[in-house]
């Protein structure tokens, strides 16, 4: 810039001279800054005019060239205070979070002070910082279409501190609502991002953009692929890699080579092109089957690499076109061999630093430095136009203007967005990165650079974008592979026949375990899927049951039971206990068949118990009411059975439970109690339940006497039919681990148990289950001792003259009687049932209606030739969504429609739907009611006026609601729709026209159209309005149907139909 070229511009929009002239800067953490022109001291001249010294700086050289045509300007300097308080989030993970950032301002302005001085410039810029932290924002960054920022912005703009200029913020969707029309804040500001590279910040009047924007990639890819020479063939066709969790660069740019609806897009240019979005669909796509050689996808080498790890060859067949903008290790660092069948399009090498990995710098950090520069130039450039005062700033000087920062020459086009020479690079044999072709998005022109390339690609030219067919035959490298395969296949099968010989014994013992083939696994059918129950809250059984998995197994029903802590390859340790269970079969005990591996699951396959667990046996009291099935001879059995198994269990090579509870001791169908859950302590871990013995609760483990402490929780379960460790001292599952755990006195905690209240009988069950938790293990006793002793107590307590067909007449009969009373209380339940699904089936429906769906099934649709229709709806709703939470919305018009529902009930009239905030009202159907539809839906609607007049938004106190309301009365259809969720729906030009009616009228009233009645009628119903509201205006109005109808003819004023309008007073309760 020159002297004259400083004189020659003007412009007649000037800055007052002492006015401050703030920037804003919203990064992931922001500032303020402040243009401000120094007073002089006391004793000093005022500073002159700006004249430029004989001193240079390249940091800003550069011209700037004015666009002709419309100009577009904005306010600078809207508020008088010096420094403009800016509030943003800091990550310290984001290239542009403030953290990284602030350095390279405050440089910036340190630089420009300089700068200002040589042009003798008396305003610097200064800065300050206000931050803030958002959770929310800090875990989505970028993706969030939220910005608490813009929450800033605009408490900034009401408060009228927004400054003159704004930097930031690099997430599109941030920007987008600052610059957008529709949704934009309307900051009428230059904003200078470095970023914001979406196409939906394309073409906005104030934005500037310092890094290339997703259209210049675009716009590559688009001539490029049509581009050829004797290196490049043309290209028609192309895999994109869409990998998730891009970065906010590679996102916009990989996203504006899918849009399709642009004719000057990429995708709408090319003939074919197909997005991957998966590693495994890359993978697949470059070893299947392609439709192309071409891949393009955005990221670093290091990306590149990963797919290598992944069994990924360097195929010179295909290419990757890997996008990595804002990357330097391209001209400091050799290439790799994972880099040589890779094009990268990158920035040229104008950069005046170096990228560091730690953020220190980086190009999102120079950008927004140089964007302090550019707008620096901008302000001197004002400045130097001779005139009193400037208060705005023409956008145009960011328009078509060039300048020099730290990251190189910038060039801005007539948009505001920096064009730059887009380098193609590749891999030569040497390993070195070397430019292949430059490509100049000022006039989207491709040069070759390297016109005798060395790379991968056979013949000196990039591979065609359509595979070729494979040629017939082995290549060598594979025959080498099947020939390595088939020697290490001979020398394996000749050592494993050897070692079967010599370890035949020893292998039998540590057999190789094997998955039950998941095709023997089949589904079993909804009949077989329900268990002996009489409970009638299905809805709660099936709860209980939800997450048991059943299935057949060789023509068996099976549980099917997650191994939650194993992948299905199995330790030799594993394996000996899973053989060993698989031996197991007892009586007592549920058969154990092995193990299936379906959809990534481990699951062991169990014999199917049909009454479910013991814990559900005993908490379904109608299924097995305690005079019957629960009486002390079976509750003796149950405890019998499992002291057999266990006895059983800790004899054979399983040895200890470990797991022991009521939830894994099930009953099949003929009543007898068999456990299962055992035989995985080397696959599942140590419980810490209410069934866990002390010792293992502080040490972790398992034992024989720990399995007797678990039988004695579930005999008190048993005896008492009460919750797991049922006591009357606390019912905190927490409390009471933590009081057996740590005993506080010397009597220990443990259940309650009846003794007061107990029988002879039930008392030596109780002093059993006593010994059984002892809190010394020693003292307790084995599973044979509590099995003798049960036998015992049976033997000496059986009622001795009852034979055995008298005990069992005498349980049929209980079982009888048992089953009378069942009856009729399921009946008793069934009758509420049925009445309280009438009464939902009248509040959904009309009751002719529910009537004959339950009759026949079907409802035959009706004509009504006289019905009054009522539409109302809430005048602004949107605005006020706009400033409610979901929630809040929700209870506004539950509060409103609960309201109007009560006012409903007494008028007839029939509520037919909410639509949102809408709600339609009829009357004379389906019960017609003469001329009275009329006079009803009236005064139901003033009714809802006078309860408007007077309702409140709890969320919003103050706040008037109004509702408009449209009532049109004629003939009308009405009819059932639908087999699934029926809705009662009324169809007609009765309906639409009062939809129109309530649409186009004011607020506070309401609507009648009563032209299709007969006179007599009408005037009965405008005194019945007359009396209710004085206030009853009549105007002449066409709807938009009978327009329409009837063209371009003009009517008198006579001719029109008339309308009512009744105007809300203001107590409406006054006529009511």
């Not at 302005?109 to 610097?124: F, L």
């Not at 800065?127 to 929450?151: D, L, P």
């Not at 697949?284 to 290091?302: M, Q, V, Y």
């Not at 066409?1038 to 107590?1067: C, I, W």
Request: charged content about 25%.
């Amino acid at each position: 810039m020159t002297d004259s070229d400083t004189s020659s511009s003007s412009d007649p929009l000037l800055h007052k001279p002492h006015t401050p002239l703030p920037i804003s800067f919203p990064f992931l953490r922001g500032g303020s800054h402040v243009w401000e022109r120094k007073p002089p001291q006391a004793g000093e001249p005022p500073s002159p005019l700006p004249t430029k010294r004989n001193r240079s700086y390249s940091a800003i050289e550069g011209e700037y060239v004015p666009v002709e045509g419309d100009e577009v300007t904005y306010k600078v300097c809207p508020v008088p205070p010096k420094n403009l308080k800016f509030q943003a989030i800091e990550d310290g993970v984001a290239p542009w979070s403030m953290n990284f950032v602030k350095p390279a301002v405050m440089k910036a302005i340190e630089t420009d002070a300089e700068i200002n001085y040589s042009y003798d410039v008396a305003r610097n810029l200064t800065a300050s910082y206000n931050e803030f932290q958002t959770v929310y924002y800090r875990n989505k960054g970028c993706s969030s279409s939220a910005c608490e920022g813009v929450e800033i912005l605009i408490d900034l703009k009401m408060s009228g501190m927004i400054g003159c200029a704004l930097l930031g913020p690099s997430c599109t969707y941030a920007t987008f609502q600052l610059v957008d029309i529709d949704v934009g804040l309307e900051l009428n500001m230059p904003i200078i991002s470095a970023g914001s590279f979406g196409l939906s910040c394309d073409y906005k009047d104030n934005l500037t953009r310092l890094l290339p924007p997703a259209r210049k990639v675009s716009n590559f890819f688009s001539n490029f692929w049509k581009f050829s020479d004797h290196i490049k063939p043309s290209w028609n066709r192309t895999y994109i890699y869409k990998k998730p969790n891009n970065t906010e660069d590679c996102f916009w740019y990989i996203n504006s080579l899918e849009v399709d609806y642009l004719e000057a897009s990429f995708a709408f240019s090319i003939e074919k092109r197909v997005v991957l979005r998966k590693e495994e669909e890359l993978l697949a796509a470059i070893k299947d089957h392609r439709e192309s050689n071409l891949f393009i996808l955005c990221g670093t080498p290091d990306d590149i690499i990963d797919l290598r790890n992944s069994s990924l060859d360097d195929d010179a067949r295909i290419a990757f076109i890997l996008i990595d903008l804002y990357n330097d290790k391209y001209y400091l660092e050799p290439s790799n061999d994972a880099m040589k069948n890779v094009l990268v399009l990158t920035m040229p090498n104008i950069r005046n630093y170096i990228i560091t990995s730690n953020n220190t710098m980086n190009d999102f950090i120079a950008a927004y430095h140089d964007a302090v520069l550019l707008f620096g130039q901008v302000m001197r450039q004002i400045w130097q136009t001779p005139a009193l005062d400037v208060d705005s700033v023409n956008i145009n000087y960011f328009r078509n203007v060039s300048f020099k920062g730290i990251a190189g020459d910038y060039k801005l086009d007539e948009y505001g967005d920096r064009d730059v020479v887009f380098s193609l690079i590749y891999t030569n044999n040497n390993n070195e990165y070397k430019v292949l072709y430059e490509f100049d998005t000022s006039n989207n022109k491709t040069t070759l650079v390297d016109d005798k390339p060395s790379f991968i690609w056979s013949e000196h030219q990039l591979p065609s974008d359509r595979t070729q067919a494979k040629k017939p035959g082995l290549q060598p490298k594979y025959i080498v592979v099947i020939s390595l395969t088939s020697l290490v296949l001979v020398v394996l099968a000749t050592a494993a026949f050897v070692f079967y010989w010599q370890n035949r014994s020893y292998r039998h013992k540590q057999k190789r375990w094997s998955h039950i083939p998941v095709e023997s696994i089949t589904p079993v059918e909804s009949s077989e899927r329900n268990m002996v129950s009489l409970n009638i809250d299905e809805d709660a059984w099936k709860d209980t049951r939800q997450k048991i998995r059943r299935a057949r197994y060789d023509k068996k029903i099976v549980i099917l039971k997650e191994l939650k802590h194993s992948d299905g390859y199995f330790s030799e340790k594993q394996k000996i206990a899973l053989n060993a269970l698989l031996h197991i079969d007892y009586y007592n005990l549920i058969k154990f068949y092995g193990t299936v591996k379906i959809d990534n699951e481990v699951l062991g396959v169990f014999e199917y118990g049909e009454r479910g667990s013991l814990r559900y046996v005993l908490d379904d009291r109608i299924s097995y009411p305690e005079e019957t099935f629960m009486d002390w001879e079976f509750k003796i059995s149950v405890m019998y059975d499992i002291a057999k198994g266990m006895s059983y269990l800790h004899s054979s090579n399983i040895e200890v439970h470990g797991h022991l509870k009521s939830t894994t001791c099930v009953i099949d169908n003929r009543m007898v109690v068999k456990i299962t859950g055992f035989g995985f302590n080397t696959i599942l871990s140590p419980d810490r339940d209410l069934w866990t013995a002390p010792e293992h609760l502080r040490i972790e483990g398992i034992s024989h006497k720990g399995d007797v402490y678990s039988f004695a929780i579930i005999a008190q379960e048993i005896m008492l039919r009460k919750c797991t460790f049922y006591t009357n001292a606390c019912s905190d599952k927490a409390e009471k681990l933590d009081r057996v755990q740590y005993p506080r006195t010397l009597c220990f905690f443990r259940p309650d148990l009846n003794f007061e209240t107990a029988s002879e009988k039930e008392l030596e069950v109780y002093l059993l289950i006593k010994s059984c938790w002892d809190e010394d293990p020693e003292k307790r006793p084995d599973f044979k001792k509590i099995e003798s002793t049960l036998g015992k107590i049976v033997s000496l307590h059986n009622q001795t003259n009852e034979s055995y067909m008298g005990n069992l007449i005498r349980r049929l009969q209980m079982y009888s009687r048992n089953l009378e009373h069942l009856v009729e209380e399921r009946t008793a339940l069934y009758k509420a049932e049925r009445d309280r699904a009438d009464n939902l089936n009248f509040m959904l429906l009309p009751g002719p209606v529910v009537r004959s769906l339950k009759e026949t099934g079907i409802v035959a649709p009706e004509l009504f030739d006289e019905v009054t229709i009522y539409f109302s709806d809430i005048v602004g709703f949107t605005t006020v969504c706009h400033y409610s939470t979901p929630m809040e919305v929700v209870d506004m018009l539950n509060d409103i429609y609960k309201n109007f529902d009560s006012i409903l009930d007494h008028h007839d009239v029939y509520k037919v739907e909410t639509i949102g905030d809408a709600y339609m009202v009829v009357s004379g159907l389906p019960r017609r009611n003469g001329d009275r539809h009329v006079i009803d839906i009236c005064h139901m609607a003033l009714d809802i006026l006078s309860f408007m007049g007077t309702f409140e938004l709890r969320h919003l106190p103050g706040l008037p609601v109004w509702i408009r309301i449209g009532v049109h009365s004629g003939p009308c259809a009405a009819g059932v729709v639908g087999l699934k969720m029926p809705r009662y729906c009324l169809f007609g030009d009765t309906v639409n026209t009062a939809s129109r009616m309530e649409s186009t009228g004011l607020r506070e009233y309401h609507h009648e159209n009563f032209q299709l009645l007969q006179q007599d009628l009408a005037e009965m119903i405008k005194c019945c309005l007359e009396q209710r509201s004085p206030r009853l205006q009549k105007r002449k109005t066409l709807s938009a149907r009978q327009r329409k109808l009837r063209g371009q003819l003009e009517l008198t004023d006579s001719e029109q139909p008339e309308y009512l309008h009744l105007a809300t007073v203001d107590n409406l309760s006054t006529f009511l």
